[in-house]
């Protein structure tokens, strides 16, 4: 809301001079006129999340300066000189920066000092606080993935910020009370001879955390529902002071989850503004969704709570700017608005650049070692509707890592089977020379690989569940791959098996689409036969909510699935597809193949 323009100078000296000659009956109707235009504050939030442990506008995974089709920039870097920009405009006025988690983890550089140089080993200082500290965040909500690398390397990282790090619903579990910081109370200057404003903060994380890093936490932290952790914490906030309230949480506003109902909602910000009354706004992020502005109205007191996400990786800055009056001595938001910058619009913050910069030389290094040498190119591109060759590398080391570990023991004579997802349709093996950061752009996640024991109607109901990726397509119709796939799906959530044959036919109904599934012999899959299978600890501990593999490890080693491509690479000098593809599971409509 644009605040009310004052009185021009002009207007100022015609006031006072007619003060000056006016009978003492005429000041009581000037006074009660200045009462009716109170004077009006401003505040403006700005507000990032899902950075992912972009510095430099750099794709490590090319090698190259980030872009994609839309020509968006990556980095913190970018950020920090949208933050300076909006800071100088502001000329000192009350400006708070805020950033709602997924921080530490998703480039090359962030695993390197979490897992060549760990920061909990060197005691070097991360390279996103280092970052961070540059532009001055006011507080950083966790994210689920900073649990990605176990609580020792996000307690040196919280250590190592100059501000606080946010986390309510993140519970011990042997005291009952946070174990991270739950909120935040900021004195702000509005400047003007104005009273402070106490601006509370609230940082709620994912609860799918428990699930998704199960292994570092389980045992030692309980993740509660952000709702009810709101519900609790806001009137506290109010309680002790708080004349603005907002909420920084990681999780989206969709309602939905994406592993079933048995954890508290992944997804719950638009519940949190609808059922949680005193909130006045909320940062949000988890999605990688670009939410300008979205108002959301409480239920129980009818105010409007203003809503924004910033998309992903430093891509976006949301900025939200607040309207406020002093009346009866409270602070009252007569309008608050929320926009969105772009950060290709701005160089780089030269300081931010400097203070990672051997950082980034080091880990651009490191993923420009040569492992091996490709007979030919192997590109991911059609890996979601075609069995390819490089998925098969994944499944390949998988099955072959599983194989060993289990040798003469009590499951030795069972198949192995393999699990593998298109985590990236741009990943590519050059025919010639396959470096780190190619093998580091097929794998993009730090997952772990395990290992589980499923029946033949465990293994056809997880197919079929996978298999819900796919639109329906009935025969005759036309094909176009950039359509196959519903939308709803990420594509980390498709998974192709090894060690079986199937056929997935999509022009049948959800739930009905395997319609062949054989031993690699041509035997049909019995209900009863056993397999093992192998897979990431994702899937493994039910991110997806894939049935039938939440279940007791047979393996698990702890070992990375990324490192584990690297060393096969290495031992064998060479990546030949004769090495490891078999073709085995096909697109079909009424049996003829889609291609």
């Known amino acids: 809301m644009t605040p009310l323009p004052g009185p021009s100078r002009r207007q100022v000296l015609a006031v006072a001079a007619a003060a000056a000659t006016a009978p003492l009956v005429g000041a009581a109707p000037a006074q009660a006129h200045r009462q009716t235009r109170p004077k009006t504050y401003d505040l403006t939030v700005l507000g990032t999340s899902d950075t992912h442990g972009n510095v430099y506008n750099w794709d490590y995974y090319r090698d190259a300066e980030y872009d994609d089709s839309a020509h968006n920039d990556v980095g913190v870097a970018k950020l920090a000189s949208l933050v300076k920009q909006i800071r100088a405009e502001r000329r000192g006025r009350a400006t708070l920066v805020l950033d709602a988690g997924d921080t530490i983890q998703g480039t090359s550089l962030a695993t390197y000092y979490a897992k060549q140089e760990p920061i909990t080993e060197t005691g070097e200082t991360h390279p996103m606080a280092r970052a961070m500290n540059i532009l001055d965040y006011d507080a950083v909500t966790l994210g689920n993935h900073e649990f ?148 959301v109205t409480n239920t129980r007191t009818g105010e409007r709570v203003l809503m924004s996400e910033p998309s992903k990786w430093g891509q976006r800055l949301t900025r939200m700017d607040f309207t406020l009056e002093r009346e009866r001595n409270r602070w009252r938001i007569t309008g608050k608005r929320a926009t969105m910058l772009n950060s290709n619009t701005v160089p780089e913050d030269p300081k931010v650049l400097a203070a990672v910069r051997r950082q980034h030389g080091k880990t651009v290094a490191y993923v420009n070692q040569v492992v091996a040498t490709s007979a030919v190119e192997l590109s991911a591109a059609g890996s979601r509707y075609q069995d390819t060759p490089i998925l098969d590398y994944i499944n390949k080391v998988q099955t072959d890592t599983v194989t060993a570990a289990l040798s003469g023991g009590e499951y030795a004579d069972l198949p192995v089977l393999s699990i593998a997802a298109p985590f990236s349709r741009t990943a590519v093996f050059p025919a010639g020379d396959v470096r780190i950061k190619d093998v580091a752009g097929l794998y993009i996640y730090d997952n772990t690989l395990e290992a589980v024991l499923v029946s033949g109607a465990e293994l056809r109901a997880y197919l079929e569940y996978s298999a819900k990726y796919f639109r329906t397509l009935s025969p005759g119709a036309p094909v176009d791959p950039a359509q196959l796939n519903d939308p709803s799906v990420p594509d980390y959530n498709y998974d192709t098996i090894s060690g079986v044959d199937y056929d997935i036919d999509i022009s049948r109904p959800v739930g009905q689409r395997i319609t062949r599934l054989t031993h690699p012999g041509g035997a049909v899959v019995a209900d009863t036969d056993q397999f093992v299978i192998a897979v990431n600890n994702y899937r493994r501990s039910g991110g997806g909510n894939f049935p039938g593999i939440v279940k007791p490890q047979i393996y698990n080693e702890q070992q990375e699935i990324r490192q584990l491509l690297i060393d096969w690479a290495q031992a064998k000098g060479s990546i030949d597809p004769a090495d490891f593809f078999q073709p085995n599971w096909r697109l079909v409509r009424e049996g003829v193949p889609v291609f």
């Open 148 to 295: 990605n690398y176990g609580l020792p390397l996000l307690d040196k990282w919280i250590k190592q910020l100059g501000f606080p790090a946010l986390a309510a619903n993140a519970v011990n579990e042997r005291t009952g009370k946070p174990a991270f910081t739950p909120y935040l109370i900021k004195k702000v200057s509005l400047g003007f001879g104005a009273p402070t404003l106490r601006v509370g903060i609230l940082g709620l994380t994912n609860p799918g955390s428990a699930i998704w890093d199960r292994g570092h936490v389980e045992g030692r932290l309980r993740f509660e529902d952000m709702v009810a952790t709101a519900a609790k914490w806001v009137p506290v906030m109010r309680q002790r002071g708080a004349d603005i309230v907002l909420v920084s949480a990681h999780g989206g506003d969709s309602g939905t989850s994406s592993y079933g109902p048995e954890l508290p909602n992944e997804n719950p910000c638009a519940m949190i503004a609808e059922q949680v009354p005193g909130i006045d706004a909320i940062l949000f992020g988890h999605a990688h969704a670009e939410v300008v502005e979205r108002f």
